[in-house]
C-alpha cells in the first residue's frame, strides 16, 4: 500500500488530544504519515510518543494566515505538500477557506459532541472520522477496539502511587486538602505519595510545602516529562485532566476523580482505569454552562477515605506483581 500524508489540525488541550490518539493510530495502520497542527508541547509529546511523525506548532507566526482571508503563499505550499487534511474544529470558516484556495480534501469532525449526550468523546470522534470517509471503517465497533487500547498494564513492583492534583479548570478540581489527606492515608497503608505538578501548577506546590506536609514532589517544566517520571511507579490518582489521561493511555493503573463533568464522556482510555464519582442529585454540568454552584456537591461525597480504600483494593494487586 502507498504511503498518502496527512496534516491534522487540533486546537485543544491535552485531554481532548490524547482522545484522538486512537485516530492517529488507525491512520497509521493504514499507511498514513501524519504530521500535526497543534500546541508546541503537545505536538512534541505526541511525535515522541509515535503517533505522528512530525508537528508543526500552533504558535508559531507562520500559520497565522492560515486563518485569513488571503492565505500567506510558505503556508499554501506548505497545505500543498499534503494529500488531505483532518481539523478538529468547529469552524466551518477554516475548512472552507482551505478548500476555497487550495484543491485538498479537508475533513472537518466538531471535537467533542453535543453537551449532554451520553457517548465517549473518543467514541463519538472515531465515528466521525470514518463517517467522514478518509478510510473505510474496520469491523471492530469502538466498544471493542477501546477494550485493548492504551499501553500493556505496567507491572512495577514499587509502593508508588504518584498524586496529580491539578486540572485544566479549577472547577474540575478535588480541593487539594483532601489530596493531601489522602496521601497520608496511602502512607499508612504502606505506600508512597508523591505529588506531581505541572507546568502551570507552581501555586498548588507551595500550597503543599505550606501545608507542612513532608511528601515528595516534583515539579515540571514540559509536558513530556510526565511520561519519564511515570516509568517510576504504576499508580496514579488525579482528577478528571490531560495528565490523567495521559497517566490511563500510559498503562498506569488511574483512578480518576470526577465532579462537574462527566465520566460517561470523558473517562480515560486505558487498561486498568476507574473512575469516582458517587451517585448525587447534582447531575454534570461543566459543558452545558450551568456551573453556578458555590458547594461543588458533586464533590461531596468523595472522601479522602473513599479515595484511599478504592486505591487499596483497585491498586494495590499491582504490588504483588499480578
Known sequence: MSTSSILVIHHGALGDLILTYPILETLKLNSYNIHLLCRRSLGDLTCALGFSEKGFALESQEFVSLYSDSMANRMKELLKSYDAILLFSYSDFLSNNIQEQ????????????????????????????????????????????????????????????????????????????????????????????????????????ESLIQSGSDFENRLISEILEFVDFFEEGARFLGNDSGVTHLAAYLGMATLAIFGPSDPVRWRPLGQRVETLRPDTDCPPCFENGKRDCENKICFSGTTPHLVASRIKTFLQPLNLGS
Not at 122 to 131: C, R, V
Not at 138 to 146: Q, R, W
Not at 150 to 158: E, Q, T
Not at 180 to 202: D, M, N
Open 102 to 205: 487550495l484543491d485538498i480534501p479537508v475533513f472537518r469532525i466538531p471535537p467533542r459532541p453535543e453537551a449532554g449526550l451520553k457517548i465517549h468523546v473518543a467514541g463519538y470522534l472515531l465515528s466521525q472520522f470514518f463517517s467522514s470517509g478518509v478510510i473505510a471503517p474496520p469491523v471492530l465497533s469502538s466498544e471493542e477496539f477501546f477494550c485493548t487500547w492504551g499501553k500493556p498494564i505496567k507491572r512495577v513492583l514499587s509502593n508508588r502511587v504518584w498524586i496529580h492534583p491539578g486540572a485544566g479548570s479549577r472547577e474540575k478540581m478535588w480541593p487539594f486538602p483532601n489530596f493531601i489527606k489522602t496521601a497520608h492515608l496511602l502512607r499508612s497503608l504502606g505506600l508512597e505519595p508523591v505529588f506531581i505538578f505541572g507546568p502551570a501548577e507552581y501555586e498548588l506546590q
